[in-house]
């Protein structure tokens, strides 16, 4: 069997989901260790947005996302990742992705997304649609607890969103504290300039954050293998 033809064979999903939400999204993705900084990272983005007047406004949430893979981690190795996430306000959402290309800093991913009742039997159920030829193992192989800030604005009529996340991954006894910062263009193909104001070369110089073009999925299961080794 050709597990990795068909995790990317999209081709018979067609049918499949019509009740499902679908979009490709692009975004320029930064971490840091530096827990302990995050009230100043925070006050630097708002004055960055403020010094170059820019209108915006803010969302917060916070959310915990189960990561869920193959026994052999097919997803993972195919820079794929299937997710449950929990909002704090009691609601749970199917997110699929995955990759379409890693150009000039910019991630590029299929999004597809479902509502579910939070069961197994459903993100079972979408992962069969979304990934066929995969089982999905019952037991998560991942956790990730998430406080985001997002701030919305416009830049040269694109629409921004730039959230800054204080993040946990858990597995087991393990556990990793660190700050995300994403600048996502809020639709399905990413214009040449829509970081015109240059925050992402601010995000690593100024604010000392590491550019990364690898999802969080990837890079925690990378911690863990890691963590795993040094046990």
């Not at 694109?158 to 910062?181: A, H, P, W």
């Not at 954050?209 to 890691?226: A, D």
Request: hydrophobic share 35%; charged share 30%; with cysteine.
């Amino acid at each position: 069997m050709n597990t990795t033809r068909q995790i990317y064979d999209m081709d018979s999903l067609h049918g499949l989901i019509r009740h499902m939400s679908k979009a490709v999204e692009n975004e320029f993705k930064f971490t840091t260790d530096r827990i302990s900084d995050k009230r100043a990272i925070m006050d630097g983005l708002e004055s960055f947005l403020e010094d170059h007047d820019v209108k915006y406004k803010v969302r917060t949430r916070s959310s915990v996302d189960t990561y869920y893979d193959s026994k052999e981690l097919d997803l993972y190795r195919s820079g794929c990742s299937l997710r449950n996430k929990a909002s704090s306000k009691g609601k749970f959402k199917l997110t699929a992705k995955r990759p379409i290309s890693n150009e000039k800093g910019v991630m590029s991913r299929e999004e597809i997304e479902d509502s579910s009742d939070g069961s197994f039997r459903s993100l079972e159920a979408f992962g069969k649609m979304v990934f066929p030829g995969v089982k999905i193992q019952k037991q998560p192989v991942l956790t990730l607890k998430s406080e985001r800030v997002a701030f919305y604005y416009i830049d040269e009529g694109n629409e921004i969103m730039l959230s800054l996340d204080v993040c946990k991954y858990v597995s087991g006894d393990l556990s990793k504290d660190f700050l995300e910062i994403e600048i996502e263009f809020m639709g399905d193909s990413a214009e040449n300039g829509f970081d015109s104001l240059g925050l992402s070369r601010f995000v690593t110089d100024k604010l000392r954050f590491e550019s990364v073009t690898k999802s969080k999925y990837q890079r925690g299961m990378e911690w863990i293998s890691s963590a795993n080794a040094q046990i």
